[in-house]
Protein backbone atom coordinates (compact mmCIF):
# COMPACT_ATOMS: atom_id res chain seq x y z
CA UNK A 1 0.00 0.00 0.00
CA UNK A 2 1.42 4.01 0.10
CA UNK A 3 3.12 4.69 2.59
CA UNK A 4 3.77 8.28 3.99
CA UNK A 5 4.01 11.33 1.63
CA UNK A 6 5.25 14.46 2.34
CA UNK A 7 5.42 17.94 0.26
CA UNK A 8 6.65 19.67 -1.08
CA UNK A 9 9.90 17.19 -1.39
CA UNK A 10 12.17 20.82 -1.67
CA UNK A 11 11.28 24.12 -0.55
CA UNK A 12 13.37 27.15 -1.14
CA UNK A 13 11.77 30.43 1.11
CA UNK A 14 12.99 34.36 1.71
CA UNK A 15 13.68 35.14 5.23
CA UNK A 16 10.81 36.29 7.12
CA UNK A 17 7.94 34.41 4.95
CA UNK A 18 6.06 31.80 5.98
CA UNK A 19 5.83 27.80 4.97
CA UNK A 20 3.19 24.94 5.02
CA UNK A 21 4.29 21.45 5.19
CA UNK A 22 2.02 18.95 4.21
CA UNK A 23 1.83 14.90 5.51
CA UNK A 24 -0.06 12.28 4.52
CA UNK A 25 0.17 9.12 6.52
CA UNK A 26 -0.48 6.00 6.08
CA UNK A 27 -4.39 5.31 6.51
CA UNK A 28 -5.04 3.67 9.75
CA UNK A 29 -2.59 4.96 11.51
CA UNK A 30 -3.31 6.83 14.36
CA UNK A 31 -0.15 9.05 15.75
CA UNK A 32 1.80 11.53 13.80
CA UNK A 33 5.09 12.52 14.49
CA UNK A 34 7.14 15.52 12.83
CA UNK A 35 10.81 15.64 13.39
CA UNK A 36 13.59 17.93 12.05
CA UNK A 37 16.50 17.54 11.23
CA UNK A 38 19.49 19.40 10.22
CA UNK A 39 22.61 18.32 7.83
CA UNK A 40 24.28 15.06 9.71
CA UNK A 41 22.53 15.42 13.38
CA UNK A 42 20.07 13.40 15.00
CA UNK A 43 16.17 13.37 14.56
CA UNK A 44 14.80 16.61 16.69
CA UNK A 45 11.15 15.94 17.60
CA UNK A 46 8.27 18.89 16.84
CA UNK A 47 4.99 17.72 17.89
CA UNK A 48 2.91 14.24 18.38
CA UNK A 49 -0.62 13.62 17.66
CA UNK A 50 -2.36 10.76 18.91
CA UNK A 51 -6.12 9.99 18.02
CA UNK A 52 -7.89 12.90 19.40
CA UNK A 53 -5.48 13.57 22.24
CA UNK A 54 -3.95 17.10 22.33
CA UNK A 55 -0.73 16.77 21.01
CA UNK A 56 2.29 16.78 22.67
CA UNK A 57 3.84 20.48 21.30
CA UNK A 58 6.82 19.95 24.03
CA UNK A 59 9.18 19.52 20.74
CA UNK A 60 8.27 23.01 18.87
CA UNK A 61 11.12 25.21 19.33
CA UNK A 62 9.54 28.68 18.94
CA UNK A 63 6.11 30.22 18.40
CA UNK A 64 6.80 30.51 14.76
CA UNK A 65 6.08 27.06 14.91
CA UNK A 66 2.26 25.48 14.92
CA UNK A 67 0.78 22.19 13.40
CA UNK A 68 -2.49 20.85 12.90
CA UNK A 69 -3.72 17.16 12.24
CA UNK A 70 -7.16 17.51 10.30
CA UNK A 71 -9.83 14.96 10.74
CA UNK A 72 -7.14 12.39 12.11
CA UNK A 73 -4.93 12.63 8.85
CA UNK A 74 -3.32 14.92 6.96
CA UNK A 75 -1.04 16.90 8.81
CA UNK A 76 0.16 20.31 8.08
CA UNK A 77 3.49 21.78 9.81
CA UNK A 78 3.39 25.66 9.48
CA UNK A 79 6.52 28.38 9.77
CA UNK A 80 5.87 31.48 10.01
CA UNK A 81 8.14 34.52 9.40
CA UNK A 82 11.45 32.05 8.36
CA UNK A 83 14.54 32.23 9.52
CA UNK A 84 17.83 30.70 8.33
CA UNK A 85 18.95 28.40 11.29
CA UNK A 86 14.99 26.97 10.26
CA UNK A 87 16.41 25.09 7.32
CA UNK A 88 16.15 21.48 7.22
CA UNK A 89 14.87 18.65 6.44
CA UNK A 90 11.36 18.09 8.37
CA UNK A 91 10.42 14.31 8.33
CA UNK A 92 6.77 13.11 9.11
CA UNK A 93 6.49 9.90 10.68
CA UNK A 94 3.13 7.69 11.25
CA UNK A 95 2.19 4.16 13.35
CA UNK A 96 -0.39 2.26 14.65
CA UNK A 97 0.55 3.50 18.04
CA UNK A 98 -1.39 0.82 20.06
CA UNK A 99 -0.46 -2.02 18.61
CA UNK A 100 2.65 -3.53 18.37
CA UNK A 101 5.19 -3.98 16.51
CA UNK A 102 4.30 -0.12 16.25
CA UNK A 103 7.22 1.15 14.49
CA UNK A 104 7.08 4.19 12.68
CA UNK A 105 6.97 4.74 8.98
CA UNK A 106 9.05 7.97 7.70
CA UNK A 107 8.14 10.15 4.59
CA UNK A 108 10.93 11.28 2.45
CA UNK A 109 10.83 14.76 4.20
CA UNK A 110 10.87 18.48 3.12
CA UNK A 111 14.08 19.48 2.66
CA UNK A 112 13.80 23.49 3.47
CA UNK A 113 16.33 26.32 2.78
CA UNK A 114 15.66 29.75 3.76
CA UNK A 115 17.49 32.69 1.83
CA UNK B 1 13.08 14.78 30.17
CA UNK B 2 13.04 11.25 30.04
CA UNK B 3 16.25 10.56 27.04
CA UNK B 4 17.97 7.97 25.07
CA UNK B 5 21.44 8.27 25.13
CA UNK B 6 23.41 6.53 22.04
CA UNK B 7 27.20 5.75 21.91
CA UNK B 8 29.45 6.50 19.74
CA UNK B 9 28.62 9.24 17.94
CA UNK B 10 30.57 8.55 14.87
CA UNK B 11 32.62 5.15 13.45
CA UNK B 12 34.47 4.68 10.52
CA UNK B 13 35.61 0.91 10.22
CA UNK B 14 37.47 -0.68 7.95
CA UNK B 15 35.21 -3.35 5.89
CA UNK B 16 35.54 -6.78 7.64
CA UNK B 17 35.76 -5.29 10.64
CA UNK B 18 33.04 -5.33 13.45
CA UNK B 19 30.80 -2.42 14.66
CA UNK B 20 28.80 -1.68 18.13
CA UNK B 21 26.49 0.84 19.16
CA UNK B 22 24.96 1.10 22.31
CA UNK B 23 21.55 2.88 23.63
CA UNK B 24 20.94 3.62 27.08
CA UNK B 25 17.80 5.08 28.34
CA UNK B 26 17.12 6.72 31.81
CA UNK B 27 13.95 4.92 32.47
CA UNK B 28 12.84 1.18 31.59
CA UNK B 29 11.36 0.55 28.28
CA UNK B 30 8.88 -1.38 27.24
CA UNK B 31 10.41 -1.82 24.05
CA UNK B 32 12.96 -0.67 21.89
CA UNK B 33 13.40 -0.38 18.16
CA UNK B 34 16.00 0.05 16.10
CA UNK B 35 15.72 2.13 12.81
CA UNK B 36 18.65 3.09 9.69
CA UNK B 37 18.64 5.86 7.75
CA UNK B 38 21.21 5.40 4.45
CA UNK B 39 23.00 8.93 3.21
CA UNK B 40 20.05 10.79 1.96
CA UNK B 41 17.26 8.89 2.67
CA UNK B 42 14.82 8.95 5.97
CA UNK B 43 15.18 6.72 8.69
CA UNK B 44 13.69 2.62 8.06
CA UNK B 45 12.33 0.44 10.40
CA UNK B 46 14.35 -2.54 11.82
CA UNK B 47 13.59 -4.27 14.40
CA UNK B 48 11.95 -4.03 17.83
CA UNK B 49 13.14 -5.78 21.12
CA UNK B 50 10.49 -6.52 23.82
CA UNK B 51 11.57 -9.11 26.01
CA UNK B 52 14.02 -8.35 28.96
CA UNK B 53 17.58 -10.11 27.85
CA UNK B 54 15.97 -10.56 24.16
CA UNK B 55 18.24 -10.92 21.35
CA UNK B 56 17.64 -11.19 17.95
CA UNK B 57 19.64 -11.69 14.81
CA UNK B 58 18.97 -10.32 10.94
CA UNK B 59 21.76 -11.76 8.91
CA UNK B 60 25.23 -9.94 10.22
CA UNK B 61 23.00 -7.88 12.55
CA UNK B 62 22.64 -9.11 16.18
CA UNK B 63 20.41 -6.63 18.51
CA UNK B 64 20.58 -7.13 22.56
CA UNK B 65 17.94 -5.93 25.15
CA UNK B 66 19.65 -5.47 28.38
CA UNK B 67 18.33 -7.54 31.30
CA UNK B 68 17.01 -4.28 33.21
CA UNK B 69 15.33 -3.02 29.84
CA UNK B 70 17.31 0.34 30.06
CA UNK B 71 19.89 -0.51 27.80
CA UNK B 72 20.51 -2.14 23.86
CA UNK B 73 23.03 -2.51 21.27
CA UNK B 74 22.95 -3.12 17.78
CA UNK B 75 26.63 -5.21 16.60
CA UNK B 76 27.48 -5.44 13.08
CA UNK B 77 29.98 -8.61 12.01
CA UNK B 78 32.08 -8.35 9.03
CA UNK B 79 31.16 -5.14 8.31
CA UNK B 80 30.32 -4.32 4.47
CA UNK B 81 30.01 -0.72 2.59
CA UNK B 82 26.13 -1.34 2.00
CA UNK B 83 26.12 -1.17 5.85
CA UNK B 84 26.28 2.55 6.16
CA UNK B 85 24.53 5.12 7.47
CA UNK B 86 23.48 6.35 10.50
CA UNK B 87 21.69 3.83 13.05
CA UNK B 88 19.10 5.25 16.11
CA UNK B 89 17.75 3.45 18.60
CA UNK B 90 14.06 4.52 19.98
CA UNK B 91 12.08 4.04 23.46
CA UNK B 92 8.29 4.38 23.97
CA UNK B 93 9.37 7.47 27.15
CA UNK B 94 6.60 10.24 28.32
CA UNK B 95 3.80 7.96 27.92
CA UNK B 96 3.47 6.74 23.97
CA UNK B 97 5.74 8.87 22.62
CA UNK B 98 9.03 7.40 20.85
CA UNK B 99 12.08 9.15 21.77
CA UNK B 100 15.06 8.83 19.47
CA UNK B 101 18.69 8.73 20.61
CA UNK B 102 21.30 10.75 18.57
CA UNK B 103 22.35 8.00 16.22
CA UNK B 104 25.08 6.40 15.19
CA UNK B 105 26.87 7.29 12.14
CA UNK B 106 28.75 4.34 10.26
CA UNK B 107 31.25 4.76 7.70
CA UNK B 108 33.01 2.12 6.17
CA UNK B 109 36.20 2.29 4.58
CA UNK B 110 37.00 -0.20 1.45
Known amino acids: GAGVSQSPSNKVTEKGKDVELRCDPISGHTALYWYRQSLGQGLEFLIYFQGNSAPDKSGLPSDRFSAERTGGSVSTLTIQRTQQEDSAVYLC?????????????FGPGTRLTVT | GQQVMQIPQYQHVQEGEDFTTYCNSS?????IQWYKQRPGGHPVFLIQLVKSGEVKKQKRLTFQFGEAKKNSSLHITATQTTDVGTYFC??????????FGAGTILRVKS
Open chain 2, 27 to 31: TTLSN
Open chain 1, 93 to 105: ASSLAHSTPYEQY
Open chain 2, 90 to 99: AGPLDGNKLV
